[in-house]
């Protein structure tokens, strides 16, 4: 027989912890899973294309901040070509979350944000895994890696928010990330 008082505190916390992913059932109310630490949204990046990082405040009290969105769409520009978009708040957001869920002071590293249309018109030419529609066009996908975290680690991390797509590509250590259609492929 199990008492009130015999629960011990690890199950305790994974009851928790499975309650909070299973509450958050879209993206749009994943926010939730950033305000454990406030009102405030974060964003840790390195770039190994462009040697750049970036870590700011772009979100405080329901509110986007201009100057930090302009600095991200920046980070996330096609380090082909130099070409940048607006890249969409939704992508950045879950970004943030997947980030907070794996709990690491490791930054992502950005491995392809906004591509052009020349850029992906190149790659898909050289690879069959590269989509004619991509969302990466859009401004609405990122590809990511993170230093100590696997692929399923991230990829996890990244459904829980189920916000919109998630990729992994294991062979190539990194996953997609996007704000389209809650969708998971890839090993």
Known sequence: MTTASSISRRGLLGAFAATALTAAPTYSNAAGFLRGGGDIRRLKMYSGRTGESIE??????????????????????????GQSMQIDTRTIDIIAATQNLLDSDQP?????????????????????????NS?????????????????????????ACRAGG????????????????????GS
Request: some cysteine; glycine content about 10%.
């Open 108 to 132: 992502y590293t950005l491995i392809s944000g906004y591509r052009s249309p020349q850029t992906n018109a190149m790659l898909r030419a050289n690879s069959s895994g590269v989509a004619r």
């Open 166 to 185: 998630v990729g992994r590509y294991s062979g190539s250590n990194f996953i997609h990330v996007d704000c389209g259609a809650v969708r998971s492929w």
């Open 56 to 81: 700011t405040v772009y979100w405080i009290e329901g509110q986007y901040i201009g100057e930090a969105m302009t600095e991200v769409n920046r980070f996330f520009r096609d380090w082909r070509n």
């Open 135 to 159: 969302l990466h066009l859009q401004g609405k996908a990122s590809d990511l890696r993170m230093q100590g975290r696997s692929v399923g680690q991230m990829a996890r991390a990244a459904a």
